[in-house]
Nanobody, 130 residues
């Protein structure tokens, strides 16, 4: 399984970016059957869950810190999950990584828990200047 992120950049506060996560490696992959999560890690801080898309479970989740500013979507034809990030703030700076899981998640907060996920990408850096 391979996840490849792209789209990170240096932007001023208030700017926008769209991150992409391309998933490959499953035979007959239909990513809508899986949970795809976006996580970020700032220097000196723990990794935090930012957003999750699990289409067949009817789940679209955001952390409180990004709700209303970030939007997660998926493209089944290209097995790509996007994270549209608007009104970026300096505190959004970090390494953004996507991950995939097929585990049963008993509670919604589990979708933003890194322990739920089995495969990870290498990440793409987002830096927001003040």
């Amino acid at each position: 399984v391979q996840l490849v992120e792209s789209g990170g950049d240096l932007v001023p506060a208030g700017g926008s970016l769209r991150l992409s996560c391309v998933v490959s490696g499953f035979s007959g992959l239909h990513f809508e059957n899986y949970h795809i999560g976006w996580f970020r890690q700032a220097p000196g801080k723990e990794r935090e869950g930012v957003s999750c898309l699990s289409e067949n479970h009817g789940v679209t989740l955001y952390s409180d810190s990004v709700k209303g500013r970030f939007t997660i979507t998926g493209d089944k034809d290209s097995n790509t999950v996007y994270l549209q990030m608007n009104n970026l703030k300096p505190e959004d700076t970090g390494l953004y990584t996507c991950a995939i899981s097929s585990r049963f998640v008993p509670r919604d907060e589990g979708y933003l828990d890194e322990g739920t996920y089995d495969f990870w990408g290498q990440g793409t850096q987002v830096t927001v200047s003040s």
